[in-house]
């Protein structure tokens, strides 16, 4: 099948797979790792699912332009930009920070600016106001009309995409853990989760953001705008960042060496790693019942 279209269309459940492991083992957890970095194929971790109906949109609606904001190493770019190359779409990328225009890419700018998407870097100030009118008519001028999508994906069209995960989730697990960054997997899982016979599971989402305990807002705006209200059992814990978006610390970089060198997974420090070492530390501290199963949802 062309890349193009098979890109719109919903793909086969992400793989999960229970690993042994006595750390958690000790006291009496179950961990599953749900492979949702392998949903498909070209675009980075589970971005397809936030994507999947926005692009869907865009085309239907006769948009030859995509165009959204990130930070220098968002995943979200990098998908935006794959998916702009497989269905033949111009992309465009704002990218916090207008001090980064004159220093070379990093690994995930270059990726996205390979995959064909133009870069605008913008000052962090008028980045922050991104969302008003005004702002954002000044960007369309510069770059013409455009399909707009927000910074990580998360719209009501992406929630509604991510309710997949949870349903292929139901009833395989007690608990479901997700790393977050603006909150639309999160909104999107627990809904997923609560939809149908057996939707009892709770969602734990670990932000990457320092004092990210602000997204519980957000989740519930986002849930808001794709259901009407509340959906799900969903919590948030923010103490594993490690010191903020992209940043690590030396227990976080000893935890995600060990866990590659027993399971041969190397969780990506910026997402994945943060919620793997934010459950063992709740599986220790006794958050869990004694035979709980709780599945890591590794999205990049």
Do not use: I
Not at 8 to 29: I, N
Not at 86 to 109: I, K, M
Not at 143 to 168: F, I, K
């Amino acid at each position: 099948m062309d890349a193009a279209p098979s890109l719109l269309e919903p793909q086969p459940p992400s793989p999960l797979t229970e690993v042994a492991d006595e750390r958690f083992g000790a006291h009496g957890v179950r961990l599953l790792l749900k492979r949702d970095d392998l949903v498909h194929p070209d675009l980075p971790g589970n971005k397809f699912r936030k994507l999947r109906l926005n692009l869907a949109a865009a085309v239907q609606a006769g948009h030859d332009t995509l165009l959204t904001f990130g930070g220098a190493y968002s995943n979200h770019l990098r998908a935006v930009a794959a998916a702009g190359r497989l269905l033949g779409l111009r992309t465009v990328g704002v990218v916090r920070g207008q001090e980064l225009a004159d220093r070379p890419l990093n690994p995930s700018l270059s990726v996205a600016a390979a995959d064909g998407m133009r870069l605008d870097f913008v000052d962090r100030a008028t980045y922050r106001r991104k969302g008003e009118p005004e702002v954002l008519a000044a960007l369309l001028a510069r770059h013409g009309r455009a399909y707009v999508l927000p910074e990580g994906g998360s719209n009501a069209a992406a929630v509604l995409g991510c309710t997949d995960l949870g349903r292929e989730l139901r009833g395989a697990a007690d608990v479901v853990a997700v790393a977050c960054g603006t909150g639309g997997t999160l909104a999107g899982l627990a809904a997923g989760l609560a939809d149908g016979p057996g939707g009892c599971a709770q969602a734990v989402g670990f932000p990457v953001l320092r004092g990210g305990a602000f997204l519980a807002a957000d989740v519930a705006r986002l849930q808001q705008e794709a259901f009407g209200g509340r959906r799900g059992r969903w919590r948030l814990d923010d103490r594993f960042h490690h010191g903020g978006f992209a940043r690590s610390s030396p227990d976080l970089e000893e935890f995600a060496a060990e866990f590659h060198r027993r399971h041969g997974l190397d969780p990506e420090r910026v997402y994945v790693a943060k919620m793997l070492h934010g459950v063992l530390t709740l599986a220790a501290e006794g958050a869990f019942p004694p035979g709980t199963r709780v599945a890591a949802v590794v999205t990049g």
